[in-house]
């Protein structure tokens, strides 16, 4: 079945450095991908997505872009802010669910 | 504010206890999606609803049910409750069964 891996945690930085989150998949057909971002005490927001290959995903700061020939869809920031800090989840659409990756939770530093 | 509303936020209750999560969707929205999250389990998939027909089970155990009623809440009921049960649960909604996922903001369950 569908399944998300992701880079293990917890990362922490210091604020504006460049930051990569590792996310990789395994799918049948062509799923779109997800990042969703989770504050302390929050539900999960839909941070970025892209729907096909070479597609690139970008909001706040954050890229991710839909790599099928490594099946990747890698999250960077080229600034991170202390605001940044949260819990990271990649995603890919199953069937009839979106299957989710354990989370990357990120520590940014002043 | 996701428009996704989970009742209650925190939920303290003895092994073998039952109890009932609510949630009631954006507005708009037919599907309605359970999540769990445990420390170790990351975000696993429970039960989705459309349109108060069930759609697709995940890993939910025999203990849990749920259902989606004609105003299109939904509810998650936890038996028998074991110390293994205590976690997040969180709703999302969507439109249909596609992926614009809304998600609550959860309930926090711990088993005592």
């Known amino acids: 079945g569908n399944s998300v891996t992701q880079m293990e945690g917890p990362v922490t930085l210091s604020e504006e450095a460049f930051l990569t989150i590792n996310c990789t998949y395994t799918?049948?057909?062509?799923?779109?991908l997800f990042w969703y971002v989770q504050y302390p005490g929050e539900g999960l927001q839909l941070l970025l997505k892209?729907?096909?290959?070479?597609d690139k995903g970008s909001n706040k700061g954050f890229e991710a872009t839909y790599r099928k020939e490594t099946t990747s869809f890698h999250l960077e920031k080229g600034s991170v802010q202390v605001s940044d800090s949260a819990v990271y989840f990649c995603?890919?659409?199953?069937?009839?669910?979106?299957?989710f990756g354990q989370g990357t939770r990120l520590t940014i530093n002043p | 504010d996701s428009g996704v509303t989970q009742t209650p936020k925190h939920l303290i209750t003895a092994t073998g206890q039952r109890v009932t999560l609510r949630c009631s969707p954006r507005?708009?929205?037919?599907?309605v999606y359970w999540y769990q999250q445990s420390l170790d389990q990351g975000l696993q998939f429970l039960i989705h609803?459309?349109?108060?027909?069930?759609?697709a089970k995940g890993n939910i155990l025999e203990r849990f049910s749920a259902q989606q009623f004609p105003d299109l809440h939904s509810e998650l009921n936890l038996s028998s409750l074991e110390l293994g049960d205590s976690a997040l649960y969180f709703c999302?909604?969507?439109?249909?069964?596609?992926?614009?996922?809304?998600f609550g903001s959860g309930t926090r369950l711990t088993v005592v």
């Open positions: 999302a909604s969507s439109p249909g069964q596609g992926f614009l996922f809304s």
């Open positions: 609803y459309y349109n108060g027909e069930e759609r």
């Open positions: 507005s708009g929205d037919l599907s």
């Open positions: 892209a729907t096909k290959a070479d």
């Open positions: 995603a890919l659409n199953g069937a009839q669910k979106l299957v």
């Open positions: 799918a049948t057909g062509y799923p779109s």
